[in-house]
């Protein structure tokens, strides 16, 4: 009989430790994640400045992309309190050589993804040395502002259409006065 009530109590015992294990798992792995949080920044390379009008969604860790391959990632941003312009540091790989008259853009990955620096090379024969600013700079476009300006286009484009409309309908064709259009000469 000793024998049937102690499978049951070690076998409950096996699963309780099974969960807790588990459970201690889930809880390393949680503590992790928000550990290693925004520490994806990459110094290796040599580090690069812009000034940018609006980064909205671009942060620290954020990539800096060449042709759409990953050649860095932003390692700084402050606002320059004379400007009122985001100051944007990022290092760039050291094989990746860019001329001076390069220039650097914010981009979304995708409507509703992260926004990353688009590196276009220019012309110029020299490069850009470490701790050099890109000059040509344009900042993130704003979905939400695209979207109100085509709303507002679109309300515009329909109150001139239906005033246009209505100014048709109350001249007539003729040039006459609107009450003499409606009569006719009955004899």
């Given at each position: 009989?000793?024998?049937?009530?102690?499978?049951?109590?070690?076998?409950?015992?096996?699963?309780?430790?099974?969960?807790?294990?588990?459970?201690?798992?889930?809880?390393?792995?949680?503590?992790?994640?928000?550990?290693?949080?925004?520490?994806?920044?990459?110094?290796?390379?040599?580090?690069?400045?812009?000034?940018?009008?609006?980064?909205?969604?671009?942060?620290?860790?954020?990539?800096?992309?060449?042709?759409?391959?990953?050649?860095?990632?932003?390692?700084?941003?402050r606002v320059n309190p004379a400007t009122y312009k985001a100051e944007v540091?990022?290092?760039?790989?050291?094989?990746?050589?860019?001329?001076?008259?390069?220039?650097?853009?914010?981009?979304?990955?995708?409507?509703?993804?992260?926004?990353?620096?688009?590196?276009?090379?220019?012309?110029?024969?020299?490069?850009?040395k470490a701790g050099s600013t890109i000059n040509q700079t344009q900042g993130?476009?704003?979905?939400?502002?695209?979207?109100?300006?085509?709303?507002?286009?679109?309300?515009?484009?329909?109150?001139?259409?239906?005033?246009?409309?209505?100014?048709?309908?109350?001249?007539?064709?003729?040039?006459?006065?609107?009450?003499?259009?409606?009569?006719?000469?009955?004899?």
């Amino acid at each position: 009989m000793a024998s049937v009530t102690t499978a049951p109590a070690r076998r409950n015992m096996a699963e309780l430790i099974t969960g807790v294990a588990v459970l201690l798992g889930l809880a390393l792995m949680l503590v992790a994640a928000i550990v290693g949080e925004g520490r994806k920044t990459d110094s290796t390379g040599y580090a690069l400045h812009a000034s940018f009008g609006h980064i909205d969604g671009l942060g620290v860790g954020s990539d800096v992309r060449l042709a759409g391959v990953t050649v860095g990632q932003v390692t700084q941003e402050r606002v320059n309190p004379a400007t009122y312009k985001a100051e944007v540091t990022f290092t760039v790989r050291p094989d990746i050589k860019l001329p001076t008259d390069s220039a650097a853009i914010i981009t979304s990955d995708s409507l509703l993804g992260g926004k990353y620096i688009a590196l276009s090379p220019g012309g110029d024969d020299s490069t850009l040395k470490a701790g050099s600013t890109i000059n040509q700079t344009q900042g993130a476009i704003s979905l939400e502002q695209l979207l109100s300006k085509f709303i507002f286009s679109v309300t515009d484009t329909l109150t001139r259409a239906n005033k246009d409309a209505a100014d048709k309908e109350a001249t007539p064709a003729n040039g006459a006065a609107p009450e003499a259009a409606g009569k006719t000469d009955q004899p």
